[in-house]
């Protein structure tokens, strides 16, 4: 989010210098399981999912895309209904999904098992290589002359005067505009300047297993979005869902919970048979912020001058790079090109 | 190459690495009757490394289960593949 | 069912826990991945007989005790509420779980490695890995062997060679000689007259002995080893190569307990009060985990232990303490500079899992990386099946050598779990898909 706002702004005409607590990509961006689906956006994003999708997708090598089409399954006859359901209204909204038989999905992918009873595909859903993203974004803002402080957390800002004096650690940065867009750590930054944004947090359980013998080529999904299945070219498969962990941001790192993440792994398993073997290295929790109604914070920062906001994106690893230029150009006077969401709605 | 084998050992038992047949004694483990016979690594991993189920440079696949040779005690008849 | 106590590791701290639980009254549980108890120290493999006496006074103790003991089971996670603690694991009738209510952590220590080209060859080991192969499985790592690195394990190696009938083709010590003149060496004569016999059959077998050296490189030599010290090339058909031993803290990191990193204790370890408590309630931690104190100190550790979690009064704590200076002092043995990890050259494999070589760690470095976990996120070091084990204290004194940072400022890397690989169906275990306790549906 920060870093395409901080490009698009920089191209603008702007000095831009992005603070970040920790380093570039330590939060979502850089341990989310990676999946770029066009499935499992959400209806009323997927225009900007389209877009974000595409940025991905021109990084290529350097962000390890892969574009190896996707399947969304159904194993019951509910599953099927809410399938059938939302990827019509996701292939309205623009995504270029196909409904399969189980038999084609199965001739296509052997490694699937028999128990699939709909089905629809995405030839461009794909996925990144989420660990890349710290150093990829902090070469793009380096190429741009866009200055990026890490290891910067901020404790302080100070607005008596126009603008604003931000401090992190011993140094203090003056600027005449800011934007947060530090996902799970945005309410405490805007609670620094009055600011009490409904932001809650959710703790996203990944698992990553061995590398082995490759037997999934396509990204797999779930009609309830609790699943994301992909095996990398090494073989190792990356497990996500959205499963719960717990944990705090303030608190530090998210624990994964047993119990959530035996039923993550049980669901795979049951997607493909081959996961039964395979060896689990290790399991991680990320933070996804959210607000009680499920759509972005994008603009204005309410009640403060010249401040703005972008967090709580669902679907934000692929949504970002669309999403954060769109703020950068009402920050810069222009019109976005698509329309945003306003944060004074939510509180 | 000569033996490796220290003293006395119990009951022999012969196993299976990659269809060659290994002849070892109970209380070995996988990766020990391997060194004994002169195997001590193949593509993608070794006999021995850090001995304590810790490196996983050791795994090898028994029954399409992949384990840790080093940890694995031998027996008789066992099929052990280098590769699932 | 829950347990009073559960302890982790059956090695001499756990054993001598476990034993004083059962003295007090307590329900307790001992968990251990291996065949047979006695941890690494006293490791043994039925029916081969290692021949170590206090070995098999410690199983036959630990079996004497009324404490249930569930060897063969890899524990891969624990979790921990207002009730106590959650162990999950795997034996060899496959998932087992079990609860208590407090948990003495006694996993003990692992080597530590240090990169060296070759070292992801086969025939090189470590010095603990070579005293597992010649103690519990009665096997000789090679006939001509190089054995190499510091510490007390060098020379218990070479002896343990020679005596098993193998030749020790050289001994090289990173240290040199004056190294070894420690006052508390005297703590423990037995063990000075023992060390000392060793260097006498050394010179009697007329192994070389080459100080302040180390090997700079191992390659293949037809059948056997070519390891390279001071210029020259030694043909070996062996490798045994560690720099003492370090706390295995794991569960100590998974649980969020606070370490401390001490040079002087082979490096992080969980922060322990004098009765063995860690800062999160109910759990304790006893033996090598808690800091690198040797094989003697241990059991005081695991009987303090014990009692502390029974709420009994902990005694002296004179006899751990004065138990503990040989092992702190086996731990300077094994402290090395920084020229062992400089010295690497750019193109040499440091992370083994990954085949990272040091230009690529120092690239992250370069780029801004300042701790473990920055490094690990940039360029997967650590996020191979060994999860970081035998890289991660390398390549943590990298970045602590070259930004000019204190070890405790680069920090440690994250727990995880599992604990230890482990394979799905072995968790996930049997499910009926239409009884898997869905949550609401990803919104629209």
């Not at chain 1, 499992?40 to 994003?45: E, F, Q």
């Not at chain 2, 220290?6 to 002849?23: K, M, S, T």
């Not at chain 3, 404490?67 to 694991?89: I, K, M, P, T």
């Not at chain 3, 985990?289 to 009064?313: M, N, T």
Request: hydrophobic residues 45%; glycine residues 12%.
């Amino acid at each position: 989010m920060g870093a395409t706002a901080a490009l698009r702004a920089s191209e603008g005409g702007m000095r831009v210098v992005v603070i970040e607590r920790d380093v570039a990509g330590a939060g979502a961006s850089g341990v989310n399981a990676g999946t770029l689906s066009l499935q499992i956006k959400r209806v009323k994003l997927m225009p900007y999912a389209l877009i974000g999708h595409e940025w991905w997708r021109s990084a290529g090598d350097a962000i390890g895309f892969k574009r190896t089409g996707g399947y969304t399954l159904a194993f019951n006859a509910r599953e099927a209904e809410m399938l059938h359901d939302r990827m019509t209204q996701k292939r309205a909204a623009g995504a270029p999904i196909e409904f399969v038989t189980p038999r084609q999905v199965v001739t296509r992918e052997p490694a699937l098992c028999d128990r699939i009873v709909a089905a629809s595909y995405c030839a461009e859903d794909g996925h990144a290589d989420s660990t890349r993203t710290g150093t990829y974004l902090r070469g793009l803002l380096r190429d741009a002359g866009v200055e990026l402080r890490e290891h910067a957390n901020v404790t302080h800002i100070d607005t008596r005067e126009a603008g604003f004096r931000i401090t992190a650690g011993s140094e203090t940065t003056s600027s005449k505009r800011l934007l947060l867009a530090a996902g799970a750590w945005t309410a405490p930054l805007a609670s620094l300047l009055d600011v009490a944004l409904p932001i809650r947090v959710r703790t996203n359980t990944v698992t990553v297993t061995e590398p082995g013998p490759v037997h999934l080529h396509a990204g797999v999904g779930h009609a309830t979005g609790l699943l994301t299945l992909k095996q990398k070219s090494n073989g190792s498969y990356l497990i996500g869902g959205g499963w719960q962990g717990t944990g705090s941001p303030e608190a530090g790192r998210g624990r994964v919970v047993a119990d959530t993440l035996l039923q993550n792994l049980r669901l795979a398993r049951f997607a493909v048979p081959a996961t039964a073997n395979v060896r689990v290295l290790r399991s991680w929790t990320g933070y996804e912020a959210y607000v009680p109604d499920y759509w972005p914070l994008a603009g204005v920062l309410p009640g403060v001058r010249d401040a703005y906001v972008l967090a709580c994106v669902r679907g934000g690893y692929t949504i970002g790079p669309c999403i954060g230029p769109l703020v950068a150009d009402l920050i810069l006077g222009r019109e976005p090109a698509l329309p945003l969401f306003d944060p004074a709605r939510a509180m | 190459m000569s033996d490796l084998r220290i003293g006395e050992r119990g009951n022999p038992v012969a196993f299976y690495f990659d269809d060659a047949r290994i002849e070892a004694f109970e209380g070995e483990t996988v990766s020990s009757a391997l060194w004994a016979h002169g195997i001590r690594g193949w593509e993608g991993g070794r006999a021995y490394f850090c001995a304590m189920g810790v490196c996983q440079q050791c795994t090898v696949w028994i029954d399409s289960a992949r384990v840790e040779g080093c940890r694995t005690p031998v027996r008789n008849g066992m099929r052990v593949r280098s590769r699932p | 069912m829950t347990f009073d106590l559960a302890i982790l590791g059956a090695g001499p701290a756990g054993a001598a826990a476990a034993v004083e639980a059962s003295l007090l009254g307590m329900r307790s549980l001992v968990i251990d991945e291996q065949v047979a108890a006695g941890g690494q120290v006293y490791r043994a493999s039925p029916p081969i007989s290692s021949g170590d006496p206090d070995g098999d006074r410690l199983r036959a103790s630990l079996a004497g005790c009324s404490a249930s003991v569930r060897l063969v089971h890899r524990l891969w996670n624990v979790e921990r509420d207002d009730d106590g603690f959650r162990l999950l694991a795997i034996g060899p009738e496959g998932a087992f779980e079990a609860r208590a209510r407090s948990l003495i952590v006694a996993a003990g220590a692992q080597e530590r490695f240090v990169p060296f080209r070759g070292w992801e060859l086969p025939g090189v080991m470590g010095l603990a890995s070579a005293t597992i192969l010649i103690k519990a499985q009665r096997l000789l790592p090679g006939r001509n062997v190089v054995v190499a690195g510091a510490g007390p394990l060098l020379y218990a190696v070479a002896h343990g060679i020679l005596d098993g009938g193998g030749r020790v083709v050289a001994l090289v010590d990173a240290q040199p000689r004056s190294a070894w003149w420690m006052p508390d060496l005297l703590s423990r004569p037995d063990l000075l007259v023992r060390g000392m016999s060793w260097l006498a059959a050394l010179r009697r077998a007329k192994v070389p002995i080459l100080r302040a050296s180390v090997v700079d490189a191992v390659a293949r030599e037809g059948d056997g080893l070519s390891a390279t010290v001071q210029g020259r090339a030694i043909a070996c058909d062996a490798v045994c190569c560690g720099f003492g031993l370090m706390p295995a803290t794991d569960v100590t990191r998974l649980l969020g307990a606070t370490h401390s990193f001490d040079a002087a204790l082979g490096g992080w370890h969980v922060v322990v009060d004098d009765q063995q408590r860690c800062d999160v309630p109910g759990l304790y931690a006893a033996g090598d985990v808690a800091g690198i104190r040797g094989a003697a100190s241990a059991p005081h550790q695991g009987r303090i232990a014990a009692r502390a979690v029974a709420g009994a009064a902990i005694g002296s704590t004179r006899e751990r303490d004065g138990a503990s200076r040989f092992g702190v002092a086996m731990n300077r043995a094994a402290q090395v500079g920084d020229y062992v990890i400089s010295s690497i050259a750019p193109d040499v494999t440091m992370c083994v899992c990954e085949r990272l070589p040091r230009s690529v760690i120092e690239a992250a470095i370069d780029d801004g990386c300042v701790t473990i976990n920055d490094v690990k996120g940039a360029t997967r070091c650590g996020m191979g099946p060994c999860g970081g084990r035998m890289c991660e204290d390398a390549v943590a004194r990298l970045i602590a050598i070259k930004t000019s940072c204190t070890r405790r400022d680069v920090g440690m890397a994250t727990g995880r779990p599992p604990l230890r690989p482990v394979a799905l169906d072995a968790i996930a275990g049997d499910f009926d898909y239409e009884a898997l306790p869905m949550p609401a549906p990803a919104p629209l």
